[in-house]
């Protein structure tokens, strides 16, 4: 018997629900009986329809858009298991909103990735599992126990599978500066070359791509980055590439926020395909061709049993 709960459960907001009922296909469990609703002004409110005394209780949501509603219901969520005496409730946070807003940028600018994860921990949460973090220091944020599972082998795995032994032959590209470290790691488990596009930010959401690091003339690039969000900074790069003489461009980032003038930008750009993995809901096929979700829930399944029988999660990274 596991001291901290008699037994797994798993709940979700409304964030990605098709995600959790994946998670729990993969570990031939049930998704949790609840309701997440709002009254008729807009405050949020949760139902548990089935005891979770005892129990050692997994929240499955992911803070994107609507990211504040999405945030909201994670708390109250977490609140509710709280008072109903769940053994032990570890938020499993996907895509991990605010994220961005790790440091100050400028003078008087807040640090919200740090509120939020105040937030999470005031709320009742004793463990947090989140997936590529924006940036690793996150992970301090926080005075409870946060794994942060990375999407580097469900990439490595898949573009293995489609190029082959031609991998060795292609080159991965850095989108910028601050992606270089998680882009190296994903080059070498292909056994890549490694590119960096030097950029310039003019402001949010808006870069100037300025020169590319490297020779990716007459090569096949795949550009590696965390997330996609109006991907001014992604086109912008694989535009780059292209006038430098790159013969092809591939993309794969995370999480796939897909903001603003994002998917026409990306069906204009000289990238032929774009990976991500479904952290965040999948955009309407219809929309573009060029996407391709991977799941995530045969790794977040595997994490979730690990977590609860107290063993190492270290052979997910590898």
């Known amino acids: 018997m596991i001291a901290h709960g008699k037994d797994i459960k798993v ?13 729990c296909e993969q570990m031939g469990t049930k998704l ?11 405050e949020i409110f949760v139902s548990l329809y089935e005891t979770v005394r005892g129990s050692d209780v997994f ?19 977490i609140d509710a298991l709280k008072r109903a005496s769940a053994g032990r409730i570890t938020a499993v946070v996907p895509y991990f909103g605010y994220a961005r807003q790790d440091r100050k940028a400028k003078a008087r600018d807040p640090i919200t990735a740090k509120l939020v994860a105040n937030m999470i921990t005031a709320a009742g949460a004793d ?23 990375a999407g580097n082998p469900i990439f490595v795995d898949y573009y293995a599978k489609k190029f082959g032994a031609v991998c060795e032959e292609m080159m991965v590209v850095s989108p910028d500066v601050g992606s270089v470290s998680r ?16 950029k310039r930010r ?37 535009q780059a590439l292209v006038d430098h003489g790159a013969r092809s461009v591939h993309a794969c980032a995370s999480h796939g926020v897909l903001s603003g003038p994002a998917i026409d930008r990306i069906n204009a750009s000289p990238i032929q395909e774009l990976a991500l993995l479904d952290t965040i809901p999948a955009v309407d096929p219809s929309r573009s061709g060029k996407l391709k979700y991977l799941s995530v829930a045969p790794m977040i399944g595997e994490a979730i049993e690990r977590i609860y029988q107290e ?8």
């Open 11 to 23: 709940f979700a907001g409304n964030s990605n629900r098709k995600l959790a009922q994946e998670i």
């Open 32 to 42: 949790g009986e609840a309701e997440v609703g709002t009254f008729s002004d807009g």
């Open 59 to 77: 929240v499955v949501q992911s803070t994107c858009t609507p990211v504040n509603n999405n945030l909201m219901e994670l708390l109250i969520i």
């Open 127 to 149: 463990r947090v599992l989140a997936m590529d973090l924006h940036a690793a220091q996150i992970q301090g944020f926080f005075d409870i126990p946060v794994d942060n599972l």
């Open 183 to 198: 882009a190296r790691a994903f080059a070498q488990k292909l056994h890549m070359n490694l590119a960096i596009v030097d």
């Open 202 to 238: 003019q402001r949010a959401n808006q870069c100037e791509v300025m020169n590319v690091i490297g020779d990716v003339s007459g090569k096949d690039c795949i550009l590696f980055d965390d997330l996609v969000d109006t991907g001014g900074s992604l086109c912008n790069a694989a």
């Open 311 to 318: 063993v190492s999660i270290s052979k997910l990274f590898r």
